[in-house]
């Protein structure tokens, strides 16, 4: 997948986007916490033409969420930033409250669907919910989202949309390293280079438990066999400190110089880093994993009406771009490609994304990480 | 008058029935309780251990097989994970009870200067989280980062740091600082209660101190020893934090981290059944230690150490050597929260973690505990902690004590069984107990009581998991105030409830306040069993809300969320402290006078 490279900045892109659009929107036909994104990002109220198609919703969901009106929601996001993110959502449907919590990817996403399979409720929406994608399709537990409108705006390449569930957000997902104890130029150019980068050897790099981000893509592009010879050079060569703590909580101690590096990173969070001043920095070699964030409904929970209307909202231009402004990661909105949208923008441009989603495929290559990861240090 | 005296002849009959001799009745719904609270989580634990379903949910009788049995022990992997278990469950304990007996004995039976301040000062320990306290050893002791490490190379000049806290020695240092405090509140009561003069008679008969300790104090401790043996063993075996924190990065594993990996998957569904299949093992080893300990028990009376006798500890004069026994304590002290703590307080200020430097220092602020005030939740995860540690504390502390008393003071038939019992949940991780109780109370919200993902499922859990050293303690107490002093205000014409109110209470109350803090405080740190009962963030705790913070790297949070929380058990703790050793003074003084009399 190319993204398009015209426009070099967010506002020559908003504005290219703008001009291209079929009409002019009101900016007093807005919500408030709308206008005051758009001032944020110092666009005009036309970026959002063709906002009311993708909000338009069966009336008998709007309905049935009045009836429901609680939404329980489970992602990875900041509790606080979250709020600030929904306020155009909830301006618009007032009726709707949404509950959200977050925790570690066991806690959000794998407890609920265990309880949903002994017949409780802990969350109607669960973001971020990739690294259990297959199991949420084997349970046969999620609502079809085809019928969203904001369903066919998103992306259609490497998985961002499989029906059950949809992309919200797009992230490359690299490497952050401490700039106090290495230079960029000791980072590995390629992919293939990094089992063999001696100064991230013997625990120097640590490794979250959330490979399949940045694998799976490799995977898919090189092919499993590639894979697997890979997989064993970079556990027997590199031998990277698997890390329990999230993919925030080992930047954090790459910033502290307690590993030189780590993987995957977000980029946000890294920037975040860098902006209190700390001594981190965000790599990528030769291609850029991208891996989406998708969203899954329960299908018969209580709030998946609701769930329904909220999630087609984030996905239309609003949501995106509130989203955007709040978290700074990309959109998954297919009018709202460019490297200019990414933290790091000079990381991405002129480099190949690759992105690849299958269940069989994704499967085949948990086991053989857990084998890895899991081996005791002695053998 | 005759009929009066016939009343109250007739009253005393029916509390004397009461009272837990062979026909009484309540020891057997005590032990029909401890049986529903305790059989019920570990019948699902070994069921799911032979589920073959992929959930809990689905389990069936068609389901069970032997498949994760024969993959926990076809697995190479779990012989070596058994060697390092042994090596660190050996090493962590035996740190802990001799660190912690040297220092019950400076406190209990020495002049040492500032015993007061160490007695209070060491439970004090508990109040740091395992979590918080390996991440404040990583930034003492990690080979890259350590501030120590640092300091010992730049004085040195050495290239490489002597010191790997990620390693099984700086997990055995770091759980065995946490187990200490433990060890030192099952020790103190058995020193305390211990009738001097049998060592003043040793030492009348030319024996020296360290003859004296070995041949007397020690063998007198023994069954106490080896009630704390047994509980420090499993406990190290059981514990997560420690392990999770400094074990992982290296792939060091021992059985806990094993079952927590196959638990928390970020990748698939959890392995249910291996992790049960392992669980198994900790029962195994259980019921081998209640053995040991039953075997024990069963010849108590020959240690009964308090009787009806006027007894008064006389301190051990250390001369020059009280104020090396002073550092000691001090050292302690130091290393297990007097350091841990400023780490914990220097991270707080901080932007993002970094090791000390004069840029940090200068990047110092508020802002993390204006994020902590400024979070919503906050609220509620406070006042669910406090409902959940108050609940928890005194459940336990009534449990015990109830139980303790059919066990050690009746001649009820099932005592044995009851022991047994109460023991057992100790063999289960947090984690895995967390998950057993999750089967149990989603069979009671089929029936319409719905308990799971509250507060109280926590507390429920909780109680049953400290029922087995809250019954260690209890039993402990208990067996050293010899049946003579109840014998004789019973003889005085004392009911059973009166003796228990006058003369059982006020000689436990020590104990009791004792164990009200450990369990306070166990109920405010552990994370493992919250992480799997609590159901949404109306129900979070202070230890889950510390678990997500850290794991979305919020350093800074974490770290202001623990300098509060370990500053409020510390207030609390010393409070009640100072009130039991007022509340004990007074009732030693009124047991010499009873005895006395």
């Known amino acids: ?379 | 008058m005759t009929a009066a005296v016939s009343e109250i002849s007739v009253k005393r009959q029916a509390l004397r029935r009461f009272w837990p001799h062979r026909g009484a009745c309540w020891p057997s719904v005590v032990l029909l309780a401890v049986a529903l609270m305790v059989a019920t989580p570990l019948v699902f634990l070994v069921l799911g251990s032979f589920s073959t379903a992929d959930l809990p949910g689905r389990f069936s009788l068609t389901t069970l097989g032997l498949d994760n049995y024969r993959q926990v022990w076809l697995d190479p992997d779990t012989y070596e994970v058994f060697g390092d278990t042994l090596i660190y469950v050996g090493g962590a304990a035996s740190f802990s009870i001799i660190i912690a007996g040297i220092l019950a004995w400076l406190v209990e039976r020495t002049n040492m200067p500032g015993r007061i301040w160490i007695y209070a000062g060491v439970p004090m320990t508990l109040a740091m989280p395992g979590m918080l306290l390996g991440i404040a050893w990583i930034l003492l002791l990690s080979p890259r980062i350590g501030f120590v490490n640092s300091l010992i190379k730049q004085a040195l000049g050495l290239t490489a740091a002597p010191f790997n806290v990620y390693t099984l020695q700086g997990m055995i240092l770091v759980e065995g600082l946490r187990l200490v405090p433990t060890a030192f509140l099952m020790l103190v009561p058995l020193l305390r209660s211990m009738d001097p003069t049998l060592e003043e008679a040793a030492s009348m008969s030319g024996a020296g101190p360290l003859s004296i300790m070995r041949r007397v104090t020690l063998r007198l401790m023994l069954p106490g020893i080896l009630a704390v043996v047994i509980y420090q063993a499993m406990t190290a075996l059981e514990v997560f934090e420690v392990p999770g924190i400094l074990g992982l990065p290296s792939k060091t594993y021992v059985f806990s981290t094993r079952i927590y990996a196959a638990l928390h998957s970020t990748m698939g569904t959890p392995a249910y059944g291996v992790a049960n299949a392992l669980a198994i093992i900790y029962v195994a080893i259980s019921i081998a230690a209640i053995y040991f300990y039953s075997r024990t028990i069963g010849r108590s009376e020959r240690y009964a150490v308090i009787s009806g006798k006027g007894y008064r500890p006389r301190p051990v004069d250390l001369g020059r050597w009280r104020w090396i026994g002073l550092s000691f304590c001090m050292l302690y002290l130091l290393l297990s929260i007097i350091i841990p703590f400023l780490v914990l307080a220097y991270m707080s200020f901080l932007p993002f973690l970094q090791v000390p430097s004069v840029d940090a220092f200068r990047m110092m602020s508020w802002s993390n505990y204006a994020e902590l005030w400024h979070t919503e939740r906050v609220a509620a995860v406070m006042y669910n902690t406090l409902i959940l540690v108050l609940a928890t504390s005194t459940l336990t502390v009534v449990a015990s004590f109830i139980i303790s008393l059919a066990i050690v003071r009746s001649r009820f038939w099932g005592r044995r069984l009851l022991d047994q019992l109460s023991f057992l949940p100790h063999a289960f991780p947090g984690i895995v107990l967390g998950l057993a109780f999750l089967w149990v109370f989603l069979q009671l919200d089929k029936i319409g009581i719905s308990i799971y993902g509250g507060v109280w499922a926590i507390s429920i859990a909780f109680t049953v998991s400290f029922m087995a050293y809250g019954t260690r303690s209890m039993n402990a107490a208990l067996l050293q105030i010899h049946k003579d002093l109840e014998e004789a205000a019973q003889i005085s014409g004392a009911g059973s409830w009166r003796v228990m109110w006058r003369v059982s209470l006020p000689l436990m109350l020590p104990s009791m306040v004792g164990l009200w803090i450990w369990a306070m405080l166990q109920a405010a740190r552990q994370a493992g069993t919250p992480l799997i009962l609590y159901e949404g963030t109306e129900n979070q705790v202070l230890s889950v809300f510390v678990w997500e913070m850290w794991d979305h790297g919020n350093s800074g949070v974490v770290a202001a969320t623990g300098v509060i929380m370990i500053t409020a058990l510390l207030i609390v703790t010393l409070g009640l402290r100072a009130l039991s050793f007022g509340r004990a003074a007074a009732f030693f003084l009124h047991t010499d006078h009873i005895a006395t009399a």
Not at chain 1, 80 to 87: D, G, H, N, R, S
Not at chain 1, 157 to 167: C, D, H, I, P, Q
Not at chain 1, 244 to 273: C, D, F
């Open chain 1, 1 to 379: 997948m190319k993204i398009p490279t015209s426009g070099k900045t967010l506002g020559g892109t908003l504005l290219v986007l703008l001009t291209a659009g079929s009409g002019l929107a009101h900016a007093d036909d807005l919500p408030q916490a709308t206008q005051a994104l758009l001032n944020k990002l110092n666009q005009r109220p036309a970026v959002l033409d063709g906002l009311d198609r993708e909000l338009a919703v069966p009336p008998g969901w709007i309905e049935k969420a009045r009836q429901h009106p609680e939404v329980k929601v489970t992602g990875s996001d900041d509790v606080a930033l979250y709020a600030q993110m929904i306020k155009p959502f909830q301006e618009r449907y007032p009726f709707v409250k949404l509950q959200y919590s977050t925790g570690s990817s066991n806690e959000r996403v794998i407890k609920p669907l265990v309880a949903y399979r002994t017949g409780r409720s802990v969350a109607d929406v669960v973001f971020s919910m990739d690294g259990s994608g297959s199991d949420y399709a084997k349970e046969d537990i999620s609502a079809d989202l085809t019928d969203l409108p904001g369903y066919k705006s998103a992306l259609s390449a490497g998985g961002a949309r499989s029906g059950l569930k949809v992309a919200f957000r797009a992230r490359a997902y690299c490497l952050s390293y401490n700039t106090r104890l290495l230079r960029r130029d000791q980072m590995p150019k390629t992919w293939a280079d990094l089992p063999d980068t001696e100064i991230l050897a013997h625990g120097a790099i640590g490794a979250v438990m959330l490979p399949q981000l940045w694998m799976m893509p490799l995977w898919g592009k090189y092919g499993e066999a590639w894979a697997v010879k890979y997989l064993d050079a970079y556990f027997k060569k590199l031998q990277p400190s698997v890390r329990q703590e999230g993919i925030n909580a080992t930047t954090a101690l790459v910033g502290a110089g307690e590993l030189y590096a780590s993987m995957p990173a977000y980029p946000e969070r890294t920037k975040e880093l860098q902006d209190k001043g700390a001594p981190v920095a965000w790599y990528c070699p030769d291609l850029v994993p991208l891996s989406f964030s998708s969203v899954a409904i329960f299908r018969n929970s209580p709030g998946t009406w609701g769930g329904r209307v909220f999630v087609n909202w984030l996905l239309s231009r609003e949501g995106q771009l509130s989203q955007l402004s709040v978290f700074g990661t990309p959109p998954v909105h297919q009018d709202l490609q460019s490297p200019d949208f990414h933290i790091f923008p000079d990381e991405i441009r002129g480099k190949e994304l690759i992105s690849f989603d299958d269940q069989a495929e994704t499967e085949k290559f948990q086991a053989l990480w857990k084998k890895y990861a899991l081996t005791s240090s002695r053998r």
